[in-house]
């Protein structure tokens, strides 16, 4: 990962220099080496200053030449300037460049500490790889990039990083989670995964199969019963409240840690896409970690379905009748609806435990969702306003957008059983706000709850604002605002 530091002045010896524009501002801002040559070029290039834009200039240097980079900052906002950061590490990751120094006394506007933090967050997040498996990657594009140098930072700058830098370590470990295959991360290992957030003070319980069959999680455990890997319910417990809130919010994750669809088997193209099935327990154990890295005055429990759903003579079949924890009968109508069979047993087992006032479960639950939302927005599905407006905005402020669905009694009609008390899926249309109201069915009395359907958000085809393509770490962000805008006092 690229690392971050603050200096009072440039370093010696090569790097490349970065000069931050905002928007139509390039005549007001200072430029190293022939600046008016460098205005001119910039602006012969069409660059205006908008956010992420990036215009690559050289100019003489004590090493020979060195890179200038000017890069837009737009209207200065914290977003633009995480874009900023997000477009230097886009362009220098592999560029042969070791070091960049952004060069804040020239910059025509004074940033609060915030956006600076952000700044370097974009950075290093837009340049996290997982080049584990490739043996063979040709030197041009192994990435040379490795410090990022923020000169003439702010007053408070040390703290927002703090925060900023939680939220990086997270986001890792979910896009680590998520970028895995499932030969490798499977209900076992993604527990292994995560035995150390221990170390930053969170307590760990985990559940295997026979647990949860004390409990009663037929649910879970049907879906599992078709894989030789074992089920985990992985429980990560933080309180930073010191005990003064005794209830803590919950967060609940599906862990698919792949999802073939069972004897319901999906259809060979794209299969591979679902070892991100388990992308929702990713963005938990990610949050957890931000948290406690961030020592969160919060009480939180994050909590974690995992299991495999394979076909196998074992498996289970379209028909069958199964328990789940809460009592309630269901009939698995669908092998490859398991998401909601996963997270009602967690959730019933969270709700006993925890008694939580605020539940938030996130799951790569429907493919309906991306039809409906596109790779823009998650879907949330609520059954209060106020969780639903503390959601919205926090996504807004931490770039994880949420787009607010229905949910009533004319949709949960839609899931009757003829056999048992509820089915797993209802007709194809609406099909992502049915799979949210099973899921209310399995919510406690007073338990303000939100469902957020991330499938369209886990995995990306091409680069977006500061990810690659692949895992994009959706939630962790938005988790860590959530739980800072409203549950730290
Ligand atoms: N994990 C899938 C949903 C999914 C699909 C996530 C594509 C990401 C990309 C989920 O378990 C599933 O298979 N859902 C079915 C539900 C249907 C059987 C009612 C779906 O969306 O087709
Ligand atoms: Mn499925
Ligand atoms: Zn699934």
New binding site residues.
Partial sequence: MIKVRFAAALPEGSHCVVVLVPKDALAETAVPGDATLIRAAAAASRFEGEAGAVSEHHVAHASGAQRLLLVGVGQSSEEDFEKAGAAISARLLTSGETQVAVDLAGLAIKPSAKAVARLAAGAVLRGWRYDTYRTKLPEKQKPTLAEVIIVGAPEGIEGAWAHQSAIVEGVSLTRELVTEPANIIYPATFVERCARLKDFGIEIEVLGRDEMAAAGMGALLGVAQGSVREPKLLVMKWDGSAGAQAKPVVLVGKG?TF?T?GI?L?PPGGME??KW?MGGAGAVAGAMLTLASRKSKAHVVGICGLVENMPDGNAQRPGDVVTSMSGQTIEVI?T????RLVLCDAMTWVQKKYSPDYMVDLA?????I?ISLGHEYAGLFTNDDGLAEKLTSAGKAASDPLWRFPLSAAYDKLIDSPIADIKN?GPREG?SIT?AQFLQRFVNDGVKWAHLDI?GMVWASKPGAVWDKGATGFGVRLLDRFVADNFEG
Avoid: R, Y
């Avoid at 490859?336 to 998401?339: R, T």
């Avoid at 790569?364 to 309906?368: D, E, F, I, K």
């Fill in positions: 698919v999802d669809g319901s999906k896409d679902m099935d669908n490859d609806a398991e998401g790569t639950l429907t493919g309906a991306i899926v099909g799979a499938a």
